[in-house]
């Protein structure tokens, strides 16, 4: 009987494609369970039921994402090092088991105490080990690739967070919330859990597989090939231990960039839709700017990706959080449903952009050796603005009864952190990698 090192190495042997896009593949799947269920798009669509049937303030509701956060902050440094030496597989397997159960827990909930107590982990796990198993595992494997990689992986997790929020809605409307929760549950638990057990590997080294750097052309896909060779430079590979890393400023700045970006990401995602229903909405239709926002960020993540190999990733960062502020202030300012789609497209693509361009920030400038527990220590900060950001929307409704002051201050920070970011100059090791390629 084959072990799983065993499986995997006779597929890699057998497939005509480089086995990178198998990881590939096993890391996008829970962007179609656990990531959108566990996401504040998501739970968006729950505010209005839950709320109205247990008499809870908004505020509260919002509580618990800030909990989680906080709690996947407290693990984000642990996890890192865990999948820097491990791999991202039994992570993966592990927190698409524990969201697909707290989904299914969250039917049965009746008190305040127990919707945090189910919730919570959940949105902790979907807060560090599963960004950062999924991210890591792709950029471990892609190097050459890494940019277009990373770019159809934010487009995939946008499709997942597009759809998600809908169905809820839709199995909402149908059938009551408690059904909405089993059903994600049990989605969650089916495509998240075995695949990536059973074939996820941690670096191409590990099964004798030289980088996508290395690889022939005819063994890997030859879609974004017009656009790579066309640059005059090529990437190759740094590797900054922790300690090295923390003494560059570009770390400190993409940190503080991360926190203001997902702060603001955070505290309007969650309420966009109890917003569009306060103003007469009507619950199925203001599910649509959810979906907006979360299909923005396709085209989003895929754009900036092209732009960042075109121009200085950190000039591509000041761009796309422009756009994520416009996209803001538009929500803020507006309260049709056809703005709100408008603005919540505008703002998933601002959105797609920091995930995709900080993602190849952190593995560009920092390499693949430790990049788990480098991404581990300055999760935090991303972390640490999306627990900032739902409580700031929730408690500003319920003393001023609308949502405009924290949109507008989330839009004007984000706004002030785009010249911020200009100052994060790659590290000097990795920007002397950056040369022409070989003929």
Do not use: K
């Not at 940019?147 to 997790?157: D, E, K, N, R, Y």
């Not at 946008?158 to 059903?183: E, K, N, R």
């Not at 750097?213 to 740094?238: F, G, L």
Request: glycine share 12%.
């Amino acid at each position: 009987m084959l072990s799983r090192a065993g499986v995997r190495t006779r597929l890699a042997g057998r497939l005509p494609v480089y086995y990178g896009w198998v990881i590939f593949a096993l890391a996008n799947l829970p962007s179609f369970g656990a990531r959108p269920v566990a996401s504040v798009a998501v739970l968006s669509v729950f505010v209005i039921p839950m709320t109205e049937q247990f008499g809870w303030s908004r505020g509260l509701f919002s509580g618990a994402v800030s909990l989680g956060a906080v709690c996947g902050l407290l693990m984000s440094p642990f996890a890192g090092r865990l999948i820097d030496r491990y791999g991202s597989g039994v992570i993966l397997a592990g927190c698409s088991a524990i969201v697909g159960a707290c989904a299914l827990g969250m039917s049965a909930v009746t008190q305040a105490w127990s919707f945090y107590a189910i919730y919570v982990p959940g949105r902790a796990v979907f807060s560090s080990p599963l960004e950062l198993g999924t991210t890591t595992a792709i950029s471990n494997w892609f190097i050459r690739r890494r940019p277009m990689a990373l770019a159809w992986f934010g487009a995939v997790q946008g499709v997942g967070l597009g759809l998600l929020p809908l169905a809820a809605a839709m199995l909402i409307d149908g059938f009551g919330w408690q059904s909405a929760w089993l059903a994600l549950g049990v989605f969650t638990i089916a495509t998240g859990v075995l695949p990536p057990l059973l074939l996820m590997a941690r670096r191409p080294e590990d099964m004798g597989i030289a980088p996508d750097e290395q690889v022939n052309d005819q063994n890997v896909p030859t879609a974004s090939q017009p656009h790579r060779e066309s640059q005059a430079r090529a990437w190759r590979d740094v590797d900054y231990t922790v300690r090295e890393a923390l003494r560059t400023p570009a770390f400190w700045i993409l940190a503080s960039f991360s926190m203001v970006g997902f702060m603001a990401q955070a505290g309007v995602s969650l309420h966009q839709t109890a917003h569009y229903v306060d103003a007469g909405v009507s619950h199925g239709q203001a599910a649509l700017v959810a979906t907006a926002f979360a299909l923005g960020q396709i085209p989003g993540g895929m754009v900036w990706s092209l732009a960042g190999r075109r121009l200085p990733v950190r000039v591509t960062l000041a761009i796309s959080a422009v756009w994520l502020a416009g996209g803001v202030f538009g929500i803020g300012f507006t309260h049709q449903l056809t703005w709100g789609i408008v603005f919540g497209f505008l703002f998933g693509a601002g959105v797609g952009g920091l995930h995709t361009l900080l993602r190849l920030a952190w593995a560009d400038y920092y390499g693949r050796v430790h990049l788990g527990a480098i991404r581990g220590l300055t999760l935090p900060a991303q972390i640490g603005g999306q627990a900032i950001g739902p409580v700031v929307s929730g408690f500003m409704f319920d003393t001023s009864g609308g949502y405009l002051v924290p949109f507008v201050i989330f839009g004007s920070a984000v706004a002030l952190s785009a010249l911020l970011v200009l100052a994060a100059v790659p590290p000097r090791r990795a920007a002397a990698a950056m040369i022409s390629p070989s003929p």
